[in-house]
């Protein structure tokens, strides 16, 4: 099968507006052109597939199996980094009590475990500390790091937390605690009082740190680890009865934070990724076999599963939970103990679920009512501020916009607000922008997501300033926003072993998006409604074969009612992903439905 490639900004099989209204666009522009004007074939699918996700045409071998051996840079390269180690090891061998101090969130609680356990191995038991989401909300707050030196802690490690923290360290710095932050959101100009600050995102790093801001806390916590166990190395620490970490068993603590923090899967993030599947795969640490047998998880997992599976049940505790689960869970050397986490997680998952679509229904009957914001900024009394971010990323796929969630506390005249952002729209330096002009209490964040607390009193003026300020970059990135495409095929060419091939150039996530591929012309077959709000059919084509394909929780849309009751005599063309379908006998691939066109 020989995938049909055009010029970037031809639109795919003549679609201009799809039945979303959307144009159908090769992925890419980098495909050297031959003298006919038609893309040169020379490279295979996988090259293709590399190629327009900006690899350059010389370093196709490093990206297409990438290690860390060809990805990870050299810890000392980043500010802070060999002074974060050695106060560490300084700790270490002094037999200090150090607390790791994680964000309740999956990139948090990996973060934290990573260190606890890379400490455990370096022969010291550190304790670790997760705020409650309710009660103390995000970040660390000076009370609780004080409190944690009144017990004994001589040094505290934030992980996933603690860039903006200028208030907490002071007071940290105050009762003579050290305070090593290890972060990657956004930082200010001026830095809070810590003994090291380890963050990508710095303002004064090298270019070469600066291009790893996409790591997840947890990616940043590793380079960390490494910088440690190479310290106490120089200092004679390991021997026979104390033997090195194996450091590369706690990548698949880096996978599962990365992919949950939506982080860009590219460059090392990919690395990460790639190789921490494998050692997921191995199911060698107890709490994460007993997450993926919760999860009903019995294949090797894939990068989706992070996402959509183990993720969401580690996030669960500290939405709804016990904010600690997460990193209990990651770090026990008990079966039991495990397994009794991972069920606890999993029901705590399912209330998740039912209190987000209560929430969710109602942030939507509000975006209805919205006038022409470039950011809906949605709030209500008694929304649970453990799904608000969830609910946040619903909304901005409904409206295509950046989205902003709010849980409002009546009694206190504050809300807890998380918002999600589209790709082009820098939502975290808008809110930190926001702050500084004192429409917030607090707030800050990445690109692609955010937090705040604001006074109710300030709500109008700060969804006014954030349309201000966002409106002209919303426009051109929803001017950008196409159906981007690999391949176009005919039903013949959708097959297992095209599946195999286009997984070959994953893992795939944010950054680095999974290919999807056009199918056509068809015509529907069967359809009907399955579940809630999903549609499935079979659709055959010219060449006289059939397929499934599923467009989940689209039934009540215009591309579901279109496929579903106005398919008649018409042919169509189908865009999405392919994927396994195992339940048959044989494996067979089916498409999973994004977008569609009417083929004449």
Same mark, same amino acid.
């Given at each position: 099968?020989?995938?049909?490639?055009?010029?970037?900004?031809?639109?795919?099989?003549?679609?201009?507006?799809?039945?979303?209204?959307?144009?159908?666009?090769?992925?890419?522009?980098?495909?050297?052109?031959?003298?006919?004007?038609?893309?040169?074939?020379?490279?295979?699918?996988?090259?293709?597939?590399?190629?327009?996700?900006?690899?350059?045409?010389?370093?196709?071998?490093?990206?297409?199996?990438?290690?860390?051996?060809?990805?990870?840079?050299?810890?000392?390269?980043?500010?802070?980094?060999?002074?974060?180690?050695?106060?560490?090891?300084?700790?270490?061998?002094?037999?200090?009590?150090?607390?790791?101090?994680?964000?309740?969130?999956?990139?948090?609680?990996?973060?934290?475990?990573?260190?606890?356990?890379?400490?455990?191995?370096?022969?010291?038991?550190a304790?670790?500390?997760?705020?409650?989401?309710?009660?103390?909300?995000?970040?660390?707050?000076?009370?609780?790091?004080?409190?944690?030196?009144?017990?004994?802690?001589?040094?505290?490690?934030?992980?996933?937390?603690?860039?903006?923290?200028?208030?907490?360290?002071?007071?940290?710095?105050?009762?003579?605690?050290?305070?090593?932050?290890?972060?990657?959101?956004?930082?200010?100009?001026?830095?809070?009082?810590?003994?090291?600050?380890?963050?990508?995102?710095?303002?004064?790093?090298?270019?070469?740190?600066?291009?790893?801001?996409?790591?997840?806390?947890?990616?940043?916590?590793?380079?960390l680890?490494?910088?440690?166990?190479?310290?106490?190395?120089?200092?004679?620490?390991?021997?026979?009865?104390?033997?090195?970490?194996?450091?590369?068993?706690?990548?698949d603590l880096?996978?599962?934070?990365?992919?949950?923090?939506?982080?860009?899967?590219h460059?090392?993030?990919?690395?990460?990724?790639?190789?921490?599947l494998?050692?997921?795969?191995?199911?060698?640490?107890?709490?994460?076999?007993?997450?993926?047998?919760?999860?009903?998880?019995?294949?090797?997992?894939?990068?989706?599963?992070?996402?959509?599976?183990?993720?969401?049940?580690i996030?669960?505790?500290?939405?709804?939970?016990e904010?600690?689960?997460?990193?209990?869970?990651?770090?026990?050397?008990?079966?039991?103990?495990?397994?009794?986490?991972?069920?606890?997680?999993?029901?705590l998952?399912?209330?998740?679920?039912?209190?987000?679509?209560?929430?969710?229904?109602?942030?939507?009957?509000?975006?209805?009512?919205?006038?022409?914001?470039?950011?809906?900024?949605?709030?209500?009394?008694?929304?649970?501020?453990?799904?608000?971010?969830?609910?946040?990323?619903r909304?901005?796929?409904?409206?295509?916009?950046?989205?902003?969630?709010?849980?409002?506390?009546?009694?206190?005249?504050?809300?807890?607000?998380?918002?999600?952002?589209?790709?082009?729209?820098?939502?975290?330096?808008?809110?930190i922008?926001?702050?500084?002009?004192?429409?917030?209490?607090?707030g800050?964040?990445?690109?692609?997501?955010?937090?705040?607390?604001? !006074? +109710? /009193?300030?709500?109008? &003026?700060? %969804? =006014?300033?954030l349309?201000?300020? @966002?409106? *002209?970059?919303?426009? $051109?990135?929803?001017?950008?926003?196409?159906?981007?495409?690999?391949?176009?095929?005919?039903?013949?060419?959708?097959?297992?072993?095209?599946?195999?091939?286009?997984?070959?150039?994953?893992?795939?996530?944010?950054?680095?998006?999974?290919?999807?591929?056009?199918?056509?012309?068809?015509?529907?077959?069967?359809?009907?409604?399955?579940?809630?709000?999903h549609?499935?059919?079979?659709?055959?084509?010219?060449?006289?074969?059939?397929?499934? !394909? +599923? /467009?989940?929780?689209? &039934?009540? %849309? =215009?591309?579901?009612?279109?496929? @579903?009751? *106005?398919?008649?005599? $018409?042919?169509?063309?189908?865009?999405?992903?392919?994927?396994?379908?195992?339940?048959?006998?044989r494996?067979?691939?089916?498409?999973?439905?994004?977008?569609?066109?009417?083929?004449?």
């Open positions: 099968m020989t995938p049909s490639f055009a010029p970037p900004l031809a639109h795919v099989l003549g679609v201009a507006h799809s039945i979303t209204g959307k144009a159908w666009r090769w992925r890419g522009g980098n495909m050297a052109l031959d003298d006919g004007g038609a893309n040169s074939l020379e490279h295979s699918i996988l090259d293709q597939l590399l190629l327009t996700r900006g690899v350059p045409a010389d370093d196709l071998a490093r990206h297409a199996r990438p290690t860390l051996r060809e990805f990870l840079p050299d810890p000392s390269a980043f500010q802070d980094m060999d002074a974060a180690a050695e106060r560490i090891a300084r700790a270490i061998q002094a037999g200090e009590q150090i607390t790791i101090y994680g964000d309740y969130d999956v990139d948090g609680a990996t973060s934290a475990a990573l260190l606890v356990e890379t400490l455990r191995m370096c022969g010291t038991q304790g670790y500390y997760i705020p409650d989401r309710l009660l103390e909300g995000y970040g660390p707050s000076g009370e609780a790091l004080v409190r944690l030196a009144e017990q004994g802690s001589q040094l505290i490690v934030t992980v996933d937390c603690g860039a903006m923290a200028f208030e907490a360290l002071t007071m940290a710095r105050e009762v003579g605690v050290d305070v090593i932050v290890v972060d990657h959101h956004k930082c200010a100009p001026e830095l809070p009082p810590a003994a090291a600050l380890v963050n990508p995102n710095r303002l004064d790093e090298s270019d070469l740190a600066a291009s790893h801001g996409h790591l997840a806390a947890v990616g940043v916590a590793f380079l680890a490494i910088a440690l166990v190479r310290t106490l190395r120089g200092q004679g620490w390991f021997g026979a009865a104390r033997p090195e970490p194996d450091l590369m068993s706690l990548l880096v996978a599962l934070g990365t992919v949950a923090d939506v982080a860009a899967l460059g090392l993030n990919r690395a990460f990724v790639a190789q921490g494998k050692v997921l795969a191995r199911r060698e640490r107890i709490g994460m076999a007993a997450l993926m047998d919760a999860s009903r998880l019995t294949r090797a997992p894939q990068a989706s599963d992070l996402g959509f599976a183990l993720g969401p049940r996030n669960a505790g500290g939405r709804i939970g904010s600690t689960l997460g990193v209990r869970l990651l770090t026990t050397c008990d079966p039991q103990e495990a397994r009794e986490i991972a069920a606890q997680l999993s029901r998952n399912d209330e998740r679920r039912a209190i987000e679509a209560e929430v969710q229904s109602e942030a939507e009957a509000q975006l209805e009512r919205l006038g022409n914001l470039a950011v809906p900024v949605l709030a209500g009394h008694g929304w649970h501020p453990g799904v608000i971010g969830i609910v946040a990323g909304i901005k796929e409904k409206a295509g916009l950046p989205a902003i969630v709010i849980a409002l506390d009546e009694a206190e005249g504050i809300g807890k607000g998380s918002g999600r952002s589209i790709s082009g729209v820098d939502l975290g330096a808008a809110i922008a926001a702050r500084e002009a004192g429409l917030l209490v607090a800050g964040g990445h690109a692609m997501a955010a937090g705040l607390t604001i !006074a +109710v /009193a300030q709500m109008s &003026a700060f %969804t =006014e300033f349309h201000d300020r @966002l409106a *002209r970059d919303v426009e $051109r990135a929803r001017m950008a926003q196409a159906m981007q495409l690999d391949l176009s095929l005919a039903p013949g060419g959708l097959t297992p072993d095209l599946v195999t091939t286009l997984e070959a150039a994953g893992p795939y996530g944010v950054g680095w998006p999974a290919p999807r591929v056009a199918v056509g012309p068809v015509r529907i077959i069967k359809a009907d409604i399955v579940g809630t709000d549609l499935r059919l079979i659709a055959g084509g010219n060449d006289g074969r059939s397929f499934k !394909a +599923v /467009a989940f929780r689209a &039934a009540s %849309t =215009e591309l579901g009612q279109t496929l @579903l009751h *106005r398919h008649q005599g $018409r042919r169509f063309h189908l865009a999405g992903r392919v994927k396994i379908d195992d339940w048959g006998s494996p067979a691939a089916e498409l999973h439905i994004e977008d569609a066109a009417f083929a004449d």
